[in-house]
């Protein structure tokens, strides 16, 4: 894989009807959009100016690994419709390449379906105040990073850019989204992060917690969407480094975080530019994520 960057693309030829921290969405017809993974990083809800080299690519080799082996548990929102098709100057196409997908143009329903299967971040934090995450009462003692007695369904409330997303129990899903849709989304989220968590830990990585996303089709049939299990969008633990008690090393953005915190920065945009070392040790910790899921 050649090392190359795109902090932000650039397609004139469709339309952008959004831009996220990492992902800059685009208008191909009524049917369908692109998904354009860049190689944004951000930290504490924050962009940094310094592209990681290939780490759009890798998010969306990920992605698409997992939405091909999960096809059985849920459909989700790949198309088959080619790039060439949809960008045929190459030109234009050439800085997204592997980095693109097709798909389907669906509802996207308001809800964050994260699946906990240790106990770490905000999970810790509400446990140590409360016993409980999400209204979801937890056995006592546990310590931090302990591995949970089944994986829990804590859903969050999506907030727009740079606002925090707020985590909300099993009964909000069911006001945003009715009884039926909001069992379907928690049984879906659970089962889907299962089967990636028994797989993964094969492999030498924790999965400790997972965001997933889903959208409606024309039939209103639940359909996986957006990025999946990757180390963005999950906690990706070394499973040879795990020790409960403490805060393990992720294959993520660790590097960048623990940068910023020897920095007098405030934490609010803009973002100060990363260093090479940074950037390269961030770069090899999503390579290695990327290899060991799907190489082996």
């Given at each position: 894989m050649t090392m190359s960057s795109l902090h932000t693309s650039q397609l004139s030829s469709l339309k952008l009807i959004h831009k996220g921290k990492v992902r800059d969405n685009y208008e191909i017809d009524d049917k369908h959009m692109l998904i354009v993974t860049t190689d944004r990083i951000s930290a504490f809800d924050v962009i940094m100016p310094t592209p990681i080299p290939n780490k759009g690519a890798i998010l969306t080799e990920v992605t698409q690994f997992w939405l091909k082996k999960l096809n059985h548990i849920l459909p989700n929102q790949l198309t088959d419709l080619p790039l060439?098709?949809?960008?045929?100057?190459?030109?234009?196409?050439r800085p997204v390449e592997n980095r693109a997908m097709v798909v389907k143009k669906l509802k996207a329903l308001p809800v964050e379906a994260i699946v906990r299967g240790y106990i770490i971040g905000s999970g810790w934090k509400d446990y140590q105040k409360t016993g409980a995450v999400c209204g979801i009462k937890l056995p006592a003692g546990l310590q931090l990073a302990d591995k949970l007695p089944e994986p829990i369904y804590t859903p969050s409330s999506k907030a727009a850019v740079g606002e925090h997303d707020e985590n909300i129990d099993y009964d909000a899903t069911v006001k945003l989204l009715g009884e039926d849709l909001a069992n379907q989304v928690k049984q879906a989220s659970l089962r889907l992060y299962?089967?990636?968590a028994d797989y993964a830990l094969e492999r030498g990585i924790i999965i400790a917690d997972t965001k997933f996303e889903f959208g409606l089709d024309d039939n209103n049939?639940?359909?996986?969407?957006?990025?999946?299990?990757?180390?963005?969008?999950?906690?990706?633990?070394?499973?040879?480094q795990y020790k409960p008690g403490s805060s393990p090393m992720s294959f993520d953005k660790q590097f960048v975080r623990d940068y910023l915190e020897t920095l007098d920065w405030d934490k609010t945009a803009p973002g100060p530019e990363l260093p090479d070392d940074i950037i390269n040790k961030t770069a090899e910790k999503y390579r290695e994520a990327l290899e060991r899921l799907t190489k082996s």
């Open positions: 060439e098709q949809v960008l045929p100057d190459a030109d234009e196409r299962k089967e990636a049939q639940l359909v996986l969407i957006d990025e999946v299990l990757t180390p963005d969008s999950s906690r990706f633990w070394p499973a040879d």
